[in-house]
């Protein structure tokens, strides 16, 4: 076992009931969700308390010891592998909603809480938290990756919905940072340094997030259109108009087959877009309409909307499928999710070039994106086990990188750099990757928080 | 002359047209608007381009000597002052806007673009940029003391709305940090790290701005209230209901008299709310509508508003001469501007407690608050030169900021730190100070960066 075996003594004596060494929670503990190569931690702890995350910090720092913390491994860049050993922070036990503040629109929770458990426990309060990725991931994990969703484009991501942080840091210490004031100008953001920083600076362990109230009325529409331009023409105009969209997504022709096949369904097999909007019920009347009129404008077919919930449900069943119906796509194939993000203006562009990449490439690629920030996702379905067409994988993903930060966008939008996007740190951020180690090095200067993440 | 000879003697030799050690020059780039005692730098440089900042910061290096980016001057709490001599960095010759987005609704400008000036050259695009501090500030500036305004309710502060920059550091590397994607989970934010640093972690050269789309509409409105409850209970319940109010604006009973006899008005003299409302036509009267409701039940007098320009502008004209009123109370009076920001369920105690305070201290200082984000002002109008009188005026602003601090708010909404406001940083951030003071020597280990500023 390569962690010292001093440490490992005083762990287990210290926490019986809280740290596991049994093979099969380690090697959950050591992947995510994504093709990457797992690597388990040598010993899962699951922390109860602010001061147990202390000490056992401060014990794993007096043996050098890697920290990997943990939400429920949902990410997708390999973000939570031990690539060196170490001790996995399983956040799960620190799983309570502290505090609920109605007037201030803004909760507190321990790292551990999921978003859908949060969902839950806001039900009653008429408030609502919007990130929402896919998986029910912590909070956070959530603030480590700055997550986001489809809910972005009009509330934004982690970064503009954390309000503060408990941290602890590579030393034990355990710091407080932002507040619950809605903005402040005293001091350095800590609290954007640390959200997005993947368990590389310390460990999260609560979480301050602003809410919002629940919307008086939804409307829910939907639009195919001939071609990608046209779709995402509309969207551009859309935004610019300054129509306060909830939600924009995009499915490409090979999803809506995909979702047609999953669900015995008959949508045209073209670019799909799909609208939320949330406001009053008549603004979310008159949100529609004027997305009627633009998305005609630009070539859509009919656009179906309504203010029914069972019939939004209906309409956006495609877009709620698309996971499942693209995975089933391919029976026993491994999904390999990777994300970019361009100015709008350039998603066109973007796209276009990677459909026909991925064509070219002869890997099965359904496209899904968060038009309305210029963030997509390609999911390649491939053999994990077959080098060759991960090797052509690999290219695709290559290319798709390089050309999103051609483009003035960004390596990843939403999934964070894990180990999987190392390569293209110094790409997107030149001489700021230097920026970056030496605050690292400020922080962590042993190395021991989520060692071989985000920094190449 | 403080600063090395040498340095005097080449900066003077290769910059001979845009170096100024012009007595008068200094002294004016070595004060702000606020009461806070000047230090003059000793001497004054206008960088024409990234070139030139790198070169100069590399000789100041050199030579160990301060660098205080400089704006136009109209922070509030000593930020710009050159508590130990050097080279003040007076950004108002990059002052170019590089670069209109229109499709992607986003701007590059140089460091010495002012707000008026951007808006101005965005009159013909249908954009807008947002964040509107009091004084026509650099956007250099307002991003290095992450300056909000009234629209902060709506649309955010520079913190939400600088998506990029360039930065020269201390050792003369030029960064670019962020990019042109609306959103990345891509390494460490350092363009947050930057924003609201006041210049001492480097000079802020460029900055990507976000920006809105015109709204169809606009409408404004006024209420006044017999209590201050009122009308903060009434502003709760509009957030709370998620009306997107672009602006919430609290004059108290003393700015309302201010107002009056400044203008020649005949407001009720209690506490009033101006709102201003952006959307569609329809939009904007339905929230109107709904918020004639809500104050209505919160015991507002009659709530007046209106679609048409003119009538706004007669509507808010009490809120645009807020400042010169204050002012006039007490003709030939220094202001001692402070400001906090305190969650909205504390305002009415954190407002009407500092009232208290205020009143039994003899000090005048009419109060307007952005009550939406629970960001208020106090403008003491003092004698600057009556020590007495100076020493009240600290007393009252230290129990503010305390009160503040000890409601989960914050000691500085938006004015920044500089040096008025570092007693309180530790109060305030406890062992965070540490965490930003190593993140200081990380990125400036000579502390050359605006010395003096931010850290205790």
Known sequence: MPIDEALH???????????????????????????????????VIFPRSNEEVQDIVRRCAEHN?????????????????????????DMGLMNRVLEINDADLDVRVEAGVTRLQLERELKSTGLFFPVD?????????????????????????????????????????????GGRARKSAAGYDLTRLFCGSEGTLGVITEIQLRCFGLPAAH???VCSFGDLQGAVQAVIVIIQAGIPVARIELLDDLQMEAVNKFSSLDYPVSPTLFFEF??????????????????????????KWSTKQEEQNALWQARHDAYNAARALRPGSG???????????????????????????????????????????????????????????????????KRAIAMGGTSTGEHGIGYGKL???????????????????????????????VLP
């Open 9 to 43: 003594r005083v762990l287990t004596r210290d926490y019986p009931d809280n740290t596991s060494t049994n093979q099969s929670i380690l090697d959950r503990h050591g992947h995510d969700e994504s093709y990457h190569a797992p690597a388990s931690p040598d010993l």
């Open 65 to 89: 010891t890697p920290i990997i913390p943990f939400g429920v491994g949902t990410s997708l860049e390999g973000n939570v592998a031990a690539l060196k050993g170490g001790v996995c922070f």
């Open 278 to 303: 949330h406001g009053t019920q008549a603004s979310v009347v008159e949100q529609s309409e004027i997305v009627a009129e633009i998305v005609k404008e630009h070539g859509g077919a009919e656009f």
């Open 219 to 221: 409307s829910a529409g």
């Open 133 to 177: 990725p896919g998986a029910d991931a912590t909070l956070g994990g959530m603030t480590a990756t700055r997550a986001s969703g489809t809910n972005a484009v009009r509330y934004g991501t982690m970064r503009e919905n954390v309000l503060g942080l408990s941290v602890v840091l590579a030393d034990g210490t355990l710091i407080k940072t």
């Open 423 to 453: 390569p293209y740190m110094e790409l997107e951020h030149g001489e700021g990757v230097a920026v970056m180690h030496r605050i690292k090095q400020a922080l962590d200067p042993n190395d021991i928080m989520n060692p071989g993440k």
């Open 335 to 401: 999904g390999w999710p990777t994300d970019v993000c361009v100015p709008i203006s350039r998603l066109t562009e973007c796209i276009l070039a990677t459909k026909e990449d991925v064509d070219e490439s002869g890997i099965l690629a359904p496209l899904v994106g968060h038009v309305g920030d210029g963030n997509f996702h390609l999911l390649m379905l491939v053999a994990t086990d077959n080098e060759k067409e991960m090797a052509v994988a690999r290219q695709v993903n290559d290319r798709l990188v």
